[in-house]
């Protein structure tokens, strides 16, 4: 199911966006205990840009990757070429998973011309987030920069991105946070992504590169653009890039637990429109195939209804209660489902025709799904920033 800026997770205002998603993409990575407090508003910085540029440059990095397709019989051979940022002196770089997942092999190029081979450490296709590990020079010390707390991030406040756009090494642009807790449109609601909107250009070839505040620091990761549109680009939160790299470092993705199912919650517009025998849950509209959900026997919608723009698609269970939970709220669902685990049994009580009944299994780790990756992602006019060419043969 493709939907708008969000029509599952609707929360009551846009600072209640950021701790819903964070909780249900996360749910089983160890996230669920991060506190939410409101940040204090930094101080302004007085760094110049030219400053800001001569500082944080040298950390920023040129990733070119090749791909294989063995299933094809032409143009088999594709590139990638993307940005990336040295977070750690010991050679980690920070970048995107479209730039770096899959790829056969991963050249970076640092910003005095060395060019290293990368190994990847981690990815999350669905953040759009990798960590890649070079070799750390001899004699040496490589640049890194700081990540800041995008919490503290303002709409209209000044930022920079610096990356290597088209082929241009070391290209710095400047603009304003546009929106804050942005949703992609067209995004299914099992990738759910808040991310930073800004007017700042970022054009194939910023992928990965840092978005950065007027105090030198990586507020976010450039990973996308609205290509129909004029200066709107897309940044991952830093503090969602810090949720999710000790995963990525440790394990080498975010574990997740399966649930298997994809829906949203009866509103009583709903109710009063059909009439009908609806109950306080969650409306199953789509069962995942091969998942835990379709092997226990739930059920999805099948006549879809739009009501004030927003899709249904009606004829699903209800889910009234997740592990003993109501899902009368959005803040029953959002707690129910933070507190999932791999391994742990999940009981649901379902509303079917008119009756109730249990349905129990175990969840499994999530795995790789088809529209996971981002350019398979069905996001109508929505492109990465990384410059791609297939091969000639």
């Not at 701790?19 to 089983?28: D, E, H, N, R, Y």
């Not at 990356?163 to 067209?186: A, C, H």
């Not at 590169?209 to 830093?238: H, K, Y």
């Not at 969602?240 to 994809?262: D, E, I, N, Y």
């Amino acid at each position: 199911m493709s939907i708008g800026t969000s029509t599952f997770w609707r929360p009551t205002s846009r600072r209640g966006l950021w701790p819903v998603l964070l909780s249900i993409l996360l749910a089983g990575a160890g996230a669920a205990g991060i506190a939410r407090a409101e940040s204090p508003r930094a101080a302004p910085c007085a760094e110049t840009l030219p400053d800001i540029f001569d500082r944080v440059s040298p950390a920023v990095v040129s990733i070119s990757a090749t791909s294989i397709n063995p299933y094809r019989l032409s143009e088999r051979v594709s590139h990638i070429a993307g940005s990336g940022v040295l977070i750690d002196a010991s050679g980690l770089i920070l970048t995107n998973a479209h730039v770096a997942f899959g790829r056969q092999s991963i050249t970076v190029t640092l910003d005095n011309g060395t060019r290293l081979l990368a190994t990847l450490v981690g990815a999350d296709p669905i953040f759009d987030l990798a960590v890649l590990r070079i070799p750390k020079p001899s004699g040496t010390a490589l640049p890194t920069v700081a990540l800041g707390d995008s919490d503290r991030t303002r709409v209209g406040e000044e930022v920079v991105a610096i990356g290597n756009p088209l082929g241009l090494d070391q290209t710095l642009t400047r603009g304003i946070v546009s929106g804050m807790n942005r949703v992609l449109p067209e995004t299914p609601f099992s990738l759910l992504e808040p991310l930073i909107q800004t007017d700042a250009p970022i054009n194939p070839g910023n992928s990965g590169g840092p978005l950065l505040n007027r105090c030198g620091e990586v507020i976010g990761i450039n990973t996308a653009v609205i290509a129909d549109a004029q200066n709107i680009g897309f940044a991952v939160p830093s503090n969602l890039v810090k949720t999710t790299l000790a995963a990525l470092l440790s394990q080498g993705r975010v574990v997740r637990p399966w649930v298997g199912f994809h829906g949203q919650l009866v509103g009583s517009e709903l109710k009063d429109l059909l009439k009908a025998p609806l109950v306080d849950g969650l409306l199953v509209e789509v069962i995942e195939p091969g998942s835990p959900a379709e092997t226990a026997g739930l059920q999805g919608g099948r006549l879809e209804l739009e009501l004030e723009g927003r899709a249904y698609l009606l004829g699903g269970d209800i889910i009234t209660t997740l592990n003993g939970r109501a899902l009368d709220s959005l803040e029953a669902l959002t707690e129910a489902m933070r507190a999932l685990r791999v391994g742990a049994d999940l009981t649901l009580r379902v509303f079917r025709a008119g009756s109730y009944r249990e349905v129990r299994y175990t969840l499994p780790e999530r795995p790789l799904l088809p529209g996971d990756v981002p350019g398979d992602r069905p996001l109508a006019g929505v492109v990465s920033g990384g410059s791609r060419r297939a091969a000639q043969r």
